[in-house]
């Protein structure tokens, strides 16, 4: 038989601590960080490119009388927010109709001249017919929802 022989315990080393990171972590924090960043801007300049656009929609939908002038007049409102203001405010009649329908995929103001035509001009007392009316706002409606934030300027 050998004899027994006299070895210490082993001693093994601590498990290594997660602290400091390796480079990698920390290139992931500050891309994260950087990404969320740009995010918050991106989305707060997207916010704000939209302000108006939001205002003139609340005006237009949240009033059930509107009368199709007063619409009008909001849409040129909301439209001399995002455009040049001098091209903007010297445009009446078809030029305006034509500047509107520019900036629509399909025309819709155009079409409707007449109708606009003889509801802006009509005395307060003469009854407009409340389907010419809707159609006249919904047709403002419509240019706020999908021409504003211009994509391009026309003009």
């Known amino acids: 038989m050998t004899p027994k022989l006299d070895l210490s315990p082993v001693i093994t080393p601590e498990a290594p601590h997660w ?3 390796a480079w990698g972590w920390w290139c992931l924090a500050i891309a994260i960080i950087a990404l969320v960043l740009i995010g918050r801007m991106l989305y707060k300049k997207y916010k704000q490119e939209r ?12 009033n059930s009388a509107l009368s199709p002038a007063e619409a009008l007049a909001t849409v040129r409102q909301a439209a001399m927010s995002y455009f040049p203001r ?26 409707h001249s007449e109708a606009w035509q003889q509801t802006l001009y009509q005395s307060e007392q003469a009854a407009i017919d409340p389907s010419t009316r809707d159609m006249l706002v919904d047709d403002c409606i419509y240019w706020v929802r999908h021409a504003l934030p211009p994509k391009r300027v026309q003009l």
Not at 51 to 62: F, G, R, W
Not at 87 to 106: M, P, R, V
């Open 19 to 21: 602290w400091p990171l």
């Open 86 to 111: 001098e091209a903007i405010a010297s445009l009446q009649g078809e030029q305006w109709y034509q500047f509107l329908d520019a900036q629509l995929k399909s025309p819709r103001f155009v079409d």
């Open 51 to 62: 302000k108006v656009q939001n205002i003139a929609l609340t005006k237009l939908t949240e």
